[in-house]
């Protein structure tokens, strides 16, 4: 059964420092999404993706994040400028073009000192 | 904006019993209501979920029920076992376009035990 793979599994990274996160989502499927995840804390939603153009951001989604969609497979999130407060769990999902159902990746752990 | 709230944020039951988690939403279009299990350090796994056109669904041990008109959904576990020993997530989708978001719960951590 195809899954969702991120890149790395964990990243550790100095303030300031720029980093990008890595997703393949299944290989059909049309919307892609990244979530981060506090330790402890609830998934929140980051910025989802049809069409090569952004379709809706959340308030953490600011100036210093940038997603794109490069090839035909990949799928990147981009911190420009990390921050501390950036430590988190960050997870890529896709979805087919059809249904509701989102798939997540097993996550990036990112970890700003 | 959807806001999801879910409870209890903890729940510990014996195994062979039953568990019950509920969730209660404020967007009344939203129309797809999932249920996401979390082991510790992994992914959010989907495991069941339900459209708004029915009212419940189930899955051998588990099952979802809806009901709109109150806005709440509750997630149900019957003959609980170790391995369900998790934290789980409600969400749902404010229905703001085809590309929704998931807005999800505060999560409700599971133990199952002996």
């Known amino acids: 059964e195809p899954e969702v793979t991120q890149t790395p599994s964990h990243q550790v990274t100095q303030m300031g420092q720029e980093v990008i996160l890595r997703c393949v989502p299944i290989s059909n499927h049309l919307y892609f999404y990244w979530y981060r995840q506090i330790l402890g804390q609830k998934v929140e939603f980051l910025v989802s993706f049809y069409n090569n153009e952004i379709s809706e951001k959340s308030e953490i989604f600011d100036d210093q994040f940038s997603v794109e969609r490069p090839d035909g497979s990949n799928f990147t999130l981009k911190i420009r400028s990390t921050k501390l407060e950036d430590s988190a769990m960050y997870f890529c999902a896709s979805r087919r073009g059809s249904g509701y159902e989102q798939y997540f990746g097993p996550g990036t752990r990112l970890t700003v000192t | 904006g959807e806001n999801v709230e879910q409870h209890p944020s903890t729940l510990s039951v014996q195994e062979g019993d039953s568990a019950v988690i509920k969730c209660t939403y404020s967007d009344s279009a939203s129309n797809y209501f999932p249920w996401y299990k979390q082991e510790l350090g992994k992914r959010p796994q989907l495991i069941i979920d339900?459209?708004?056109?029915?009212g419940e669904k189930k899955d051998q041990r588990i099952a979802v029920t809806l009901n709109k008109t109150a806005k709440h959904f509750s997630l149900h576990i019957t003959e609980t076992q170790p391995e369900d020993s998790a934290v789980y997530f409600c969400a749902a989708p404010p229905n703001t376009g085809t590309a929704s978001k998931l807005t999800f719960g505060t999560g409700t951590r599971l133990q199952v035990t002996l």
């Open positions: 339900i459209r708004s056109n029915v």
